[in-house]
C-alpha cells in the first residue's frame, strides 16, 4: 500500500509540477508552451503556427531553431500567411525557392533573448522607435502603439505582437499577426 501512495502522490505531484510550469507561459495555439522545451518543440505543438513549422522545415531551419540560441522568434500565425497573396506560400515552399523562405524567415529571427518589457525599454530610450537587426540581415522599426509591440519591416508593412514573452529553453517567441518581409 505504501509504495501506491508514494506513486499516487508522486504522480500528482508531477502533474501539478507540469501544469505550474504550463501557466507560467501562455498557451499558444491550443498547446501549452514549455519552458524547458526549444522552440522548434514548442512550435509543432501550436494549431496556429502549422505553416510556420512547414516554413522552417521546408527551408532546413528546424536544427538550428534547436540549437543552443539564444533566439527571439516573432512567429507569424497561420492566419498571418493567409493575408500573403494568393500562392505566396505555397511558391516559397518549393525547393527551388529555399534561400527565398530563408531569407523571409530569417527576417523573423534576432540572435538574442528579448523579452517584451527589454524591448519595449528600448523602444523608449530610443525615443519611440528602436532598430532590430534581424540574422536574416533585416533591420526591424519596433515601436508601441498604446500597450502593443508593433514592428513595422523594410516594405513599410506592420506586424502586432498579440502574444508575448512565449519563454522557450534557448530563447523567447513573440507571437505576431502578420508575415514580415525583406526589402526584396
Known sequence: MTS???????????????????????MVGGAPMYADKNIVENAV??????????????AGLAETL???????VFAP??????????????????????EMLTKILTCHVVAADA???????MIAD??????VPTVGGCTLKAKMD??????????????????ADVKQSNG??????AVLLPAE
Open 172 to 177: 523567447v517567441i513573440h507571437v505576431i499577426d
Open 45 to 58: 505543438n501550436s494549431k496556429d503556427h502549422t505553416t510556420l513549422v512547414a516554413a522552417v522545415q521546408a
Open 115 to 121: 523579452m517584451s518589457d527589454a524591448i519595449k525599454g
Open 4 to 26: 501506491f501512495k508514494t506513486f499516487a502522490a508522486a504522480a500528482a505531484l508531477g502533474a501539478f509540477a507540469l501544469s505550474a510550469q504550463a501557466a507560467d507561459n501562455p
Open 66 to 72: 534547436q540549437g543552443a540560441g539564444p533566439f527571439t
Open 77 to 98: 500565425t497561420n492566419a498571418a500567411f493567409d493575408q500573403l497573396q494568393k500562392g505566396t506560400v505555397e511558391t516559397l515552399l518549393k525547393p527551388e525557392n529555399k
Open 146 to 163: 498604446g500597450d502593443n509591440i508593433v514592428l513595422e519591416d523594410e516594405r513599410g508593412r506592420t506586424a502586432t505582437v498579440t502574444i
Open 126 to 131: 530610443d525615443g519611440g522607435v528602436h532598430p
